[in-house]
Each structure stands twice: as structure tokens, then as C-alpha cells.
């Protein structure tokens, strides 16, 4: 095999030579080629960096001259004709038959394909018989700047609790760029911010995204961060992406509970029952969730009143403890403290001195119907006695605080007669062998509102006049006033005895 010395002809392994275009000696190695010609020879065991061609992607050259490939015979006279197979063989890339000269007649897109393997053949057309074996050689598809950053886990939102300390890490994103990382920086990104400071900091070779300053929830609980990734390492000419990042403030417990009325007026009525609900109370906390969630207090720990949570509403509900009694108290002053449920140990500084509230309860007056001093009498009487005889006393008084006179009456009576003083008597002779015994009942009315009207038993037992006193004691024991009120003097049966005798 014949060998001859080409200026710029790179010595295939296999005996064909690639020409090298003089406009591709920008290439460091093909400047060099084409400076030290007589290195190539040495060259030759890097060979398959001499196997390959070099087309740029996206030319825009219709027929680019990729390079030449020469058998070391061809001396220029001889009738050799050079073929090309393989991929894109015709197609893409086309042979001058008779120089070697190869062309792309198509644009290529490196990040489509970035590698084409070809075989060359040098034939004598005298013969038709090959001048070499074949051989093979790549064209490679060197990468320009075509592709700008991609963000691709889009749509990014993440979620900070509101008063993170600066530098903490809210979320992390990355664009990608499809060109070759081994080419220049066309796929090198920088990171950067073009919307989101003073709030939000993004590290620019990671694209971490940190808060740049404390932020309260309660100001703004969500900010719209623009993140824009740049290539060529973020040098003008690069390309760019962008993408927007939700970042959502999540809340913590800063805020305690307040009244935002220092001073409530509620009113209870004396006939209230003791579990009735008498008013609400309001504070307000502008956290949210369990956050906002509170329990109320009565400060001097009430007897009479009570106040609970309504958990749906956060209100404070007034609960009537234990009954009231206008005559007795008609207005009550409490002190209402709230407190936040659940407050982290980490948080108490924003909860110290609970928001108290004072709560006036005016009672109301009730018309109350009279009330009987005893809760029924027994009187005795003697037969026999004139029409007008004494028989007894009974008393009722109205508890409201008017206080009505109060008249009394006798039910369906032909025999006794009862006076405004409640004082009772006889309207006939009372004859003990027809009737020993009388029940009635006495009602008592408020002269101020005759709607109030009370009644009581009264039993009345005639006494045989020949008879000695009778004996009281088992009734005594019978009757004893176990059920009489508070405050109210339980009648002796001796007592009656004594009057109905005088
Ligand atoms: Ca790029
Ligand atoms: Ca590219
Ligand atoms: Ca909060
Ligand atoms: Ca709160």
C-alpha cells in the first residue's frame, strides 16, 4: 500500500484519508493538525479522533461541506470512485463520487441524533473492483445553544410556616436543557429570582429556594416567586426559562385570642333554670385552625355562672350555674379571661396576659305568685260555736319586690269565710257529728296583678265540746313540715290547738 504525505489529509487507520475543511480549523485539534502536518502520522493511534467528522447542527447551509474523504492512492489521475453507506447514506449525507467530498443536504439536530455511523468505499470504475477495504468513520453533530432551560415538575407550590428564621429551606427547583453539558455552557444553568425578593433567596447552581426574611401569615399568607434559569452559566446571549413557584405560608399559633369588646351587658331571669344559656361572648385570634381554637374562664371563679366553648363557633357561651333570685342579688360583675387551646412551648411569648373582658348580669325581675307562709295549715275548731268563730291565720306574701297586697279567697265554701288579713271564720255552726272534718282551699291573689294567684290546703277538724283537749302528738309526727322552705317557721299543731281554743 502506497502512502502518501497530504497537508491536511488525516491518515485513516484503514488507508482512507478525511480532509479536513479549512473552515473547521477552529477545532483545537485540527488547528494543530493543520499547523504540525507532520504530527499526523503520530497521531494515528489517536485514531478515532481522526474517524470522525464534525457537522454543526442547525446549519443553514443547504449543501455543508462536512469534509473529504481521499484513499492515499488516489494520486489524482485515477478513476476512483468513492461511495457512501450507512446511516443517512444519500439521504442526509451525500458523496462526490469522484473528489470524496462529503455534504449534508439536510438539517441535523444534535439533540435528536447526535451520532452518525458511516462506511466508506473507494472502487476503481476502470475495474469495478475495490481500492481499499472498506471503512468506517462517525459524523458527529456538534451542539449549538438551541435549547433553552425547561423546568419540568411544574406546577411547583410548597408550603412554609410563616416565621421561619431566615436561610430556611422552602423547595428546590430544576430546570434542564437539552443540550450537550459537555459543549461550552450551553447547558449550564444559573439560577435567579425575578420576582419573590426581599421574601425569598435562590441559590443560583442549585436553584434551592430559601426565605430571605421572617413573614407573618397574617399579613400574607401566599407569594407568587418567579424563577428564571439561565444557560451559558447566565452570560448575556444564553437562554432562558422561567417558572412560578406558589409558596404558601402555613400558620403558627402568634397571635392570642382578644376580646374585641371590653365591656358585655347580658341579662338572666330569676325563673331561669340553673343550665340555661344566658348571653354569648366573642373573642377574636387571627390564626386559624386549632391555632384559633379557645377556652374561656370566669376570673374569681364564679358560683353562679359558668362560661363554655362552642367549638364551632369559638364563642363563649354563659351558663347560668346556679339559680338567681332578684330579691336577693339583682346584678352580678364577672371577669372573663380567654386562652388560646393549644399553644406551643416555643410561642408563649406571644400569649402572655390573656385578653380579659368584665361581663355585667343584670337579673330580671319575675312576677312571682304569692307564697303561703306554710306549705298547708290544719286548724282545729270547736262545735257549736257562733256564726263569726275564730278558726285561723293563713299568710301569703308576694316576693316580688312591689310586694302586692294580696287578697284571700275561700273555694266553694258555705260554712267558713276568709278576710284580707287571711284571717278565717265561721259563717255557720259547725256541728261535729255531720262533718268533723273540712278541707278547702284557701287562694291567695295580687292585688297588683290578679293573674298571680297561689293556693294552699287548709284542714280543719271540728272538736267535740265536751271533749278534753286532744292529743296532737301523732299528727305532729304526721305532718312535720319537712317541706317547708327555707326561712319559714314550721306551724305547732300545739299552737293551733291553743287558738282555736281562746
Ligand atoms: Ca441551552
Ligand atoms: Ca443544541
Ligand atoms: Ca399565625
Ligand atoms: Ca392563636
Known amino acids: ?124 470504475s476502470t475495474t469495478g473492483r475495490a481500492v481499499e477495504p472498506e471503512s468506517e468513520f462517525v459524523i458527529r453533530v456538534s451542539d449549538i445553544n438551541d435549547n433553552e432551560p425547561k423546568f419540568l415538575d411544574e406546577p411547583y407550590e410548597a408550603i412554609v410556616p410563616e416565621m421561619s428564621p431566615e436561610g430556611t429551606l422552602v423547595i428546590q427547583v430544576t430546570a434542564n436543557d437539552a443540550d450537550d453539558p459537555s459543549s461550552g455552557n450551553n447547558a449550564r444553568l444559573l439560577y435567579s429570582l425575578l420576582q419573590g425578593q426581599p421574601y425569598f433567596s435562590i441559590e443560583p447552581t442549585t436553584g434551592i429556594i430559601r426565605t430571605s426574611s421572617k413573614m407573618d401569615r397574617e399579613l400574607q399568607d401566599e407569594y407568587w416567586v418567579i424563577i428564571q434559569a439561565k444557560d451559558m452559566l447566565g452570560q448575556p446571549g444564553g437562554l432562558s426559562g422561567t417558572t412560578s413557584v406558589l409558596i404558601k405560608l402555613s400558620d403558627v399559633n402568634d397571635n392570642k385570642p382578644i376580646f374585641k369588646e371590653s365591656f358585655y351587658r347580658l341579662t338572666v331571669s330569676e325563673a331561669a333554670p340553673t343550665g340555661t344559656s344566658i348571653g354569648k361572648i366573642m373573642a377574636y385570634d387571627n390564626d386559624i385552625g386549632e391555632n384559633a381554637e379557645m377556652d374561656y374562664s370566669i376570673e374569681d371563679d364564679s358560683q353562679t355562672f359558668d362560661i363554655i366553648t362552642n367549638n364551632e363557633t369559638q364563642e363563649g357561651i354563659v351558663i347560668l350555674k346556679k339559680k338567681v333570685d332578684f330579691e336577693h342579688q339583682n346584678d352580678y360583675r364577672i371577669r372573663a379571661n380567654v386562652k388560646n387551646r393549644h399553644v406551643d412551648k416555643q410561642l408563649l411569648k406571644y400569649h402572655e396576659e390573656a385578653s380579659s373582658t368584665l361581663i355585667k348580669v343584670q337579673v330580671e325581675d319575675e312576677d312571682e305568685p304569692p307564697v303561703f307562709l306554710l306549705p298547708y295549715y290544719l286548724f282545729e275548731v270547736f262545735e257549736g260555736g257562733p256564726q263569726g268563730s275564730f278558726v285561723g291565720t293563713v299568710s301569703a ?106
Open 1 to 124: 500500500m502506497s502512502r502518501m504525505d497530504y497537508c491536511l489529509l488525516l491518515p485513516f487507520t484503514l488507508g482512507i484519508s478525511l480532509l479536513w475543511p479549512c473552515f473547521m480549523a477552529t477545532e483545537i485539534s485540527q488547528t494543530e493538525e493543520v499547523k504540525h502536518p507532520v504530527d499526523s502520522h503520530l497521531r494515528v493511534k489517536r485514531g478515532w479522533m481522526w474517524n470522525q467528522f464534525f457537522v454543526p447542527e442547525e446549519m443553514n447551509k443547504t449543501n455543508y461541506h462536512i469534509g473529504q474523504l481521499r484513499s492515499d492512492l488516489d494520486n489524482g489521475n485515477n478513476s476512483f470512485q468513492y461511495k457512501l453507506l450507512g446511516a443517512g447514506a444519500g439521504s442526509i449525507f451525500v458523496i462526490d463520487e469522484r473528489t470524496g467530498d462529503i455534504f449534508a443536504v439536510q438539517k441535523l439536530d444534535r439533540e435528536e441524533r447526535s451520532l452518525y455511523t458511516l462506511r466508506a468505499q473507494v472502487i476503481d
Open 397 to 502: 306574701t308576694d316576693p316580688d319586690q312591689r310586694n302586692s297586697p294580696i287578697r284571700y279567697s275561700i273555694t266553694r265554701s258555705k260554712m267558713f269565710s276568709i278576710d284580707d288579713n287571711g284571717t278565717i271564720i265561721t259563717t255557720n255552726a259547725l256541728d261535729r257529728e255531720i262533718n268533723a272534718w273540712y278541707n278547702l282551699s284557701i287562694t291567695a291573689t295580687e292585688k297588683y296583678n290578679v293573674q298571680q294567684i297561689s293556693a294552699v290546703p287548709v284542714y280543719v277538724q271540728v272538736l267535740n265540746i265536751n271533749d278534753h283537749a286532744p292529743e296532737f302528738s301523732e299528727y305532729y309526727d304526721t305532718y312535720v313540715c319537712e317541706n317547708a322552705d327555707p326561712g319559714q317557721i314550721p306551724q305547732t299543731f300545739e299552737k293551733s290547738a291553743n287558738t282555736g281554743n281562746s
